[in-house]
């Protein structure tokens, strides 16, 4: 196919995906009014005082979840300990103040590895869509959701893999895989690449971790299954829950400069996230982990989940950045301008 014709079909597909977003805001605004019974972060406060006073962990959750009407038959509600635990240990201000740098951490990362691969506009969105995380991180209902510092190591992983850093980027994947389960996906990602691409000491330091956890969550369905009651409650609904693109754009409204912002700027950052998994100059361990939660959030999570987009905005910060780039690359081929220097997406 012709350049320009590849760019307009690449422009077609983003403005397709902007305006089928732009007409979904009353559809995700009703999504988003479906809320639990009671606000996560004040349950988990509650948890991690109880933790640091020395209670047991899994008479805590199991005592919290039941108070608050939880649904404690559902695995997935008892949360892994290594976070909770380690959270317990020090002062609400330290662990504000942990997440908050972590956040930075990943965003700075971000923001240069746009800069240096791709252009200062790539920087520039992906520092902007990066300080919308770091302003949701730093909020203090936020520190004790792991989904935030999951995906905040997530994002470092995903740089230090753009960056050639192999060691740091498995070692940074599988701290985030024993914080939040919901971290698999991008684990069997990396994995299949680096299978693809024949690297067996990745391979198999990833076999190892999956390994390790397998053992680690193991002994903790094992507690689960010690500490449930007769009088448990079931989980309501399936965590199948084909949401579609109205649960999608709420994981998205996921960030600090968008939860209040008008619904076109949610729709223009999934238009970006999609550009930058459209974009060839986008690194597979970019292109691969963004698209395959875009995907999964079409099929799990159930209305009340919308905050998963903690786990990935970290790593959507930078397909933002590589999509603006594609963008305006898509959008100079296809006028027949000069790309001033910057090879075509």
Known sequence: MHIRARAALFLGVVLLTFAASATRS????????????????????????R???????YVVIGG???????????????????????????????????????????????????????????SLVTGLAALGVVVIASAPGTVAMGEAWAGAFVGVAVCAYVAGRRGAAVTAGLIAMFVRELVAPFTLVCA??????????EVAAWVAGGLAYAVYYGLHLSQISAHRLPTDLPG?????????????????????LLLLAPWGAVAAALALIVAGVLSARSPVHLRLTAGVYLVAF????????????????PTWALACGYGAQAVADAVAIAGGRPLSGQRPS
């Open 298 to 313: 079409l099929v799990v999570g159930q209305a009340f989940d919308r905050y998963w987009g903690l786990l990935v905005w």
């Open 64 to 122: 919290e979840l039941r108070a608050h009407l939880y649904a404690t038959r559902e695995v997935f509600n008892w949360r892994t300990p290594l976070l909770w635990r380690s959270l317990a240990l020090v002062s609400p201000r330290v662990r504000r103040g942990g997440l908050t740098a972590l956040s930075l951490v990943a965003g700075l990362a971000a923001t240069l590895t746009a800069l240096r691969r791709v252009s200062r506009l790539a």
């Open 51 to 57: 933790l640091r006073a020395g209670e047991g962990y």
């Open 236 to 256: 309501e609904g399936s965590w199948m829950a084909w949401g579609g693109l109205t649960f999608l754009l709420t994981t998205v409204q996921w960030n600090g």
């Open 26 to 49: 009353a559809g995700s605004a009703s999504a988003m009014s479906a809320a639990p019974r009671v606000a996560d972060p004040v349950v988990y406060d509650r948890i991690l005082t």
């Open 192 to 201: 299949a690449i680096a299978l693809a691409e024949r690297r067996w000491r």
